[in-house]
Nanobody
Framework: QVQLVESGGALVQPGGSLRLSCAAS????????VGWYRQAPGKQRELVAT???????NYANFVKGRFIIFRNGAEKTMYLQMNSLSPEDTAVYYC?????????WGQGTQVTVSS
């Protein structure tokens, strides 16, 4: 029932920046946890960053200091601001939202970092 739609992925050069958006079908603050995950070809999906209902944020070690996750409940949108991108960041980025014992995923948006 919950729908999530990502946008903002693009081809960027190393050192560049992108802002990813996740539009939800209901208020972001209805969820216990929202966040971003990514998956490169042939690799497992991995956590990038999450933020819970109380505002606690968790970043993967390899992105902390470069990425910022934030949300806007009134606009039903959650964001991932990515700076200082490197080729290792190339992946499909997925929006995730969890409420109670259910987890929902978007279709993903492609981020490619290459010169």
């Amino acid at each position: 029932q919950v729908q999530l739609v990502e946008s903002g992925g693009a081809l960027v050069q190393p050192g560049g920046s992108l802002r990813l958006s996740c539009a939800a079908s209901e208020n972001i603050f209805n969820f216990d946890i929202v966040g971003w995950y990514r998956q490169a070809p042939g690799k497992q999906r991995e956590l990038v960053a999450t933020i819970n209902f109380g505002g606690s944020i968790n970043y993967a070690n390899f992105v902390k200091g470069r990425f910022i996750i934030f949300r806007n409940g009134a606009e039903k949108t959650m964001y991932l601001q990515m700076n200082s991108l490197s080729p290792e960041d190339t992946a499909v980025y997925y929006c995730n939202a969890q409420i109670e014992r259910r987890s929902f995923w978007g279709q993903g948006t492609q981020v490619t970092v290459s010169s």
